[in-house]
C-alpha cells in the first residue's frame, strides 16, 4: 500500500517546475529546515555577485549624486 506521503510526493512530481520549488520549500520549513527566502537561478547569482562587486568598488552614484540628477530634471 502507497504511504500518504509517497502519494503526495508523487503528486507533486507532476506539478510545473516552478510549484515544485514551492512545494519542496514547504516541505522542508515545515520539517524545521531554513529556507532561503528567494531561490535565485544560477545567472541570477552570478548578476548578484557582480553588483556586490561593483558596489565594493564604489561603481555606483553617491546619493548627492542621484539627488542633483533629480534636481536637475525637476524631480
Not at 29 to 53: H, K, N, R, V
Amino acid at each position: 500500500m502507497e504511504s500518504l506521503l509517497e502519494r503526495a510526493v508523487e503528486t507533486a512530481r507532476g506539478l510545473p517546475r516552478e510549484v515544485q520549488d514551492d512545494f519542496a520549500i514547504l516541505m522542508l520549513q515545515l520539517l524545521g529546515e531554513d529556507q532561503p527566502t528567494i531561490m535565485m537561478t544560477p545567472e541570477e547569482e552570478a548578476s548578484f555577485d557582480e553588483s556586490l562587486e561593483q558596489e565594493t568598488r564604489g561603481a555606483f552614484a553617491t546619493d548627492q549624486q542621484v539627488l542633483a540628477i533629480w534636481a536637475k530634471h525637476g524631480l
